[in-house]
Structures are given as structure tokens and as C-alpha cells.
């Protein structure tokens, strides 16, 4: 038993607040042990895993709003995989980065290679928003729409000034099903399923408007050396059938589309932005009228409504976090990189109001218990 135990009343019924992966809702789990068990051990080239991968792709599609011309494209490996699959196969020659945390600066650094000239990086301090800027020479800008090291959201939107034919790419992987946005302001919006969309890893998704298939094909017809796991081009052609390059993970693919099915049937995208919105404004509430913590990031513009980081003054968060875990309220502990002195909470789609204020009032006791 802990020392010190939080009332059952004040406890979430679901205590899993982490940042990726994130929570799974519990019928997503029974629809994969009922129906998704029928596809787990069977062949992804036969008709009952392929329509499960187009009932994904046109799940997604309905979510991101039916942009015309855009096609949801998939491929084995998670956005680490997507970051060196978009150097090989969709970056022409120079990125500008946008960077706000660990993971703007991951794409920036897989830019970074011989046959692409060195990326302008846009560097913010954690915490902070900067903005992209048009610059002669670039072809490709490049930025997280959600920083989930540091909790800090840029809005998709295009650079005016920008050199005509530039693909904007969104990193997407912890707002996506979860902050609306316009698919017209990107032509690469990518992601892998384990946040907003209560699934597993192992695959990357991207939204891709047609300048950016037409760049994936044109790079590929070229004499640039490109490995086959790490060619746009062959995940273009294999998601066109509905598969992936290599056996994809079917439970992730069950799990998503699950989600997926789920938030349309709510609303669609809108009814999720404002569920996420409505736990994280609690928080940051919460944080603000609060004697020991306030909001990481100062700006209310750019706070993040999918991630909260909440700093801690005169209480060591750590002590905090840990005596959540004990009680069952776990991994709301900082990005280990940062280094400070705070909680990060995940607010995902799948996260209800209801328990992001159990979870606030489980802090504040144990805050007052802690000594």
C-alpha cells in the first residue's frame, strides 16, 4: 500500500495520462479480442485485412475533411521511420525547420545528410513559439503542429512568400485526431496512431496532397539512391491496394480504425477539438489558480490543448508523480530531456473531462499530504 492514499472518489476511473502511448479505451480492447482476433494470424494481401486498411484510410480522410486530391498514405515503421523516408524521398534539396522541442529538432537532424544542403533551423526555446519564415532556395518547411516534449502548439498553415512548388510538412503524430485544422494548409500530414487515436505503434500515416505524390514520383524516377523501406513511392503504390510494403501490426490497424470510427461518430474532428480543448482548459485553470503550479508555457496562444505541462513551485513534482503512480494515476512525469520540475499530461481525445478533474483534485491531496 503507499503512504499516502488518495480517497477512492477523487481517483480517475482511468488513471493513464501519458504522452504516448496513450490510453486505449476499453471497447476498442473488446472489438479486438471479438472481431479483430478473426484477422490477427492472416495474410494483410487477402480481402479481410486490406478492407480493414481501407476502412482506415477512408475513416481518415472523412476526419481530415475530404481535402480533394489527397490520399491517406501508410507504411511500415512510426515517424522516426516517416523522418528518413521524407529525406530519401520527399525533400528536394533544402528544408527550413521549425523547432520547439525533441521532436522538431529529430526531423531537422534527418535532413541533415550529403545529398540535401544543410536545413535552416528555426530554433525556439522550450517553452516558446517562433514562426516559419519564406526563404529563397527552400523546398520544403517543416514543424510539429504539437510539441509533445514541451506542450506547445503551431497552428497548419502555408508561409506566404514561400517559393512557388514548397510542400509543407506537418508533424502531426500528437495532435492529429485531436485538433482540427485545414487540410489545404499542408501537403504532408503525418503521423503514427498512438495518441489521439488510442492505438499501437509501428506504422506512419500521411495525409499527402497531390504536389506531394507528384514530388514522391518525380524524386523516384530520379537517379537519388532511395532503400525500398524508405521509398514515399512504394508505400504510394501499396497503400493505392490497401496494404503496406512489409506485414503490417493488425492490431494497431484495429485499434485505429476503431478510434477512428468512434470520433466521426461523435462529430468527427470539431467534437473532438473541443473535448480536448475542454479537459486541457481545466488543467491550465486548475494550474493558474493554483499556489504551487502554473502553466509551462506562458503564452495562452501557444499552449498545446492535447499536452500540458504544468510547473511546480515549492513541491518536488517528482514526489508528486510518484505517489500518483502508486495509487494507480500513472505517467504524467516530465519529457526526461527537459529537465524541470513539472507534470505533463496527456489530454487525448480518448481522456474524459470527468477525469482530468479527478485527477486535479487527486494532485492538489496529495500535495497537501506530501509534507
Known amino acids: 500500500m503507499p503512504e499516502i492514499v488518495i480517497p477512492s472518489e477523487i481517483l480517475p476511473a482511468d488513471g493513464r495520462f501519458g504522452c504516448g502511448p496513450s490510453r486505449v479505451r476499453a471497447a476498442q480492447v473488446s472489438a479486438l479480442a471479438t472481431d479483430g482476433a478473426q484477422l490477427l ?51 528536394e534539396a533544402k528544408s527550413q525547420n521549425l523547432v520547439h522541442g525533441e521532436f522538431g529538432a529529430k526531423f531537422a537532424t534527418a535532413l541533415t545528410n550529403p545529398w540535401l544542403q544543410k536545413p535552416t533551423v528555426i530554433n525556439g526555446e522550450p517553452g516558446s513559439r517562433l514562426a516559419l519564415q519564406a526563404e529563397d532556395g527552400v523546398d520544403s518547411y ?10 506547445v502548439v503551431t497552428p497548419v498553415a502555408r508561409v506566404t512568400g514561400a517559393d512557388a512548388g514548397s510542400l509543407f510538412f506537418t508533424d502531426a503524430t500528437s495532435a492529429a485526431g485531436g485538433i482540427d485544422f485545414d487540410p489545404l494548409e499542408t501537403d504532408v500530414y503525418y503521423f503514427a496512431p498512438q495518441k489521439n487515436f488510442a492505438s499501437d505503434g509501428g506504422l506512419w500515416f500521411a495525409l499527402m496532397s497531390p504536389a506531394a505524390i507528384e514530388r514522391a514520383e518525380r524524386i523516384a524516377s530520379s537517379d537519388r539512391y532511395i532503400p525500398e523501406f524508405l521509398s514515399v513511392k512504394t508505400a504510394i503504390d501499396n497503400s493505392r491496394l490497401n496494404q503496406t510494403l512489409n506485414t503490417p501490426a493488425i492490431a494497431t490497424l484495429f485499434l485505429l480504425a476503431e478510434q477512428i ?88 481525445t480518448a481522456t474524459d473531462l470527468a477525469e482530468v478533474q479527478h485527477l486535479t483534485k487527486a494532485i492538489d491531496f496529495v500535495v497537501e499530504h506530501i509534507g
Open 41 to 91: 494470424g492472416t495474410s494483410h494481401r487477402q480481402a479481410p485485412v486490406k478492407n480493414l486498411v481501407k476502412r482506415v484510410q477512408e475513416g481518415l480522410l472523412d476526419l481530415f475533411h475530404n481535402p480533394a486530391g489527397y490520399e491517406i498514405v501508410l507504411g511500415n515503421g512510426g515517424s522516426t521511420a516517416f523522418w528518413d523516408a521524407a529525406a530519401f524521398s520527399l525533400v
Open 261 to 348: 470510427d468512434w470520433i466521426n461518430g461523435n462529430g468527427g474532428l470539431g467534437w473532438a477539438d473541443a473535448r480536448t480543448k475542454a479537459a486541457s482548459s481545466h488543467l491550465y485553470d486548475w494550474a493558474e489558480n493554483s499556489s504551487f503550479a502554473t502553466p509551462f508555457v506562458a503564452n495562452p496562444e501557444h499552449r498545446s490543448q492535447v499536452v500540458v505541462t504544468i510547473d511546480f513551485d515549492g513541491v518536488d513534482a517528482a514526489a508528486v508523480a510518484k505517489v500518483l503512480r502508486a495509487n494507480g494515476i500513472v505517467d504524467v512525469e516530465p519529457y526526461r530531456k527537459l529537465g524541470r520540475n513539472q507534470l505533463r499530461v496527456a489530454t487525448f
Open 142 to 151: 517543416a514543424y510539429a503542429q504539437n510539441e509533445t516534449s514541451t506542450g
